[in-house]
T-cell receptor
Framework: AQSVTQPDIHITVSEGASLELRCNYSYGATPYLFWYVQSPGQGLQLLLKYFSGDTLVQGIKGFEAEFKRSQSSFNLRKPSVHWSDAAEYFC?????????????FGQGTELSVKP | EAQVTQNPRYLITVTGKKLTVTCSQNMNHEYMSWYRQDPGLGLRQIYY???????DKGDVPEGYKVSRKEKRNFPLILESPSPNQTSLYFC???????????????FGPGTRLLVL
């Protein structure tokens, strides 16, 4: 079955440390890939997306993600985490020519930031 | 300001009492969708609409109805709510479907529903 997996439910990092959030997908072809962030009490905000071209994608708030076809992965990274990055992060995919237009989400990774 | 709005933001109701959650976007988007978010499950699509008067079921449509009479509005209707519909609901919109060149979906702030 088609799926998106975020293996880490909860991650804690120290402020200023680097961050990597993992995302793996299971599809027959390359989908469109997204990372969203949900701050407490807020809706989802798009951080970045990939659909073709350079496999290293830059997003907002200093985030980047790298698409690796061989590993079916789209991991999110940030070189230096700020306390304001504490939030829940969702990886999502959608299929090309997906007439239903739905995003298929992973379970989410909650990020805590230690002072 | 371009945005998706939802009302109410919080709602407590009782089993069987019909309710409507409104969703409105001011970006002239064709595509709108409803998701529910549950712990450990991420977000799952309930219904979607490709354009006015065009709606279809998502992955978890049971117990929900929608309508799209105007381009900007896409209300979610629970005719007879049950406790298993207690959840956080998000409305989203995009210019076209996400499958079309990876269109970005813009999300509303969410509606937290508790059904007693």
């Amino acid at each position: 079955a088609q799926s998106v997996t975020q293996p880490d439910i909860h991650i804690t990092v120290s402020e200023g440390a680097s961050l990597e959030l993992r995302c793996n997908y299971s599809y027959g072809a390359t989908p469109y890939l997204f990372w969203y962030v949900q701050s407490p009490g807020q809706g989802l905000q798009l951080l970045l997306k990939y659909f073709s071209g350079d496999t290293l994608v830059q997003g907002i708030k200093g985030f980047e993600a790298e698409f690796k076809r061989s590993q079916s992965s789209f991991n999110l990274r940030k070189p230096s985490v700020h306390w304001s990055d504490a939030a829940e992060y969702f990886c999502a995919v959608t299929l090309i020519y997906n007439q239903g237009g739905k995003l298929i989400f992973g379970q989410g990774t909650e990020l805590s930031v230690k002072p | 300001e371009a945005q998706v709005t939802q009302n109410p933001r919080y709602l407590i109701t009782v089993t069987g009492k019909k309710l409507t959650v409104t969703c409105s976007q001011n970006m002239n988007h064709e595509y709108m969708s409803w998701y529910r978010q549950d712990p450990g499950l991420g977000l799952r699509q309930i219904y979607y609409s490709m354009n006015v008067e065009v709606t279809d079921k998502g992955d978890v449509p049971e117990g929900y109805k929608v309508s799209r009479k105007e381009k900007r509005n896409f209300p979610l209707i629970l005719e007879s709510p049950s406790p298993n519909q207690t959840s956080l609901y998000f409305c989203a919109s995009s210019l076209r479907t996400s499958g079309n060149r990876g269109e970005t979906q813009y999300f509303g702030p969410g509606t937290r529903l508790l059904v007693l």
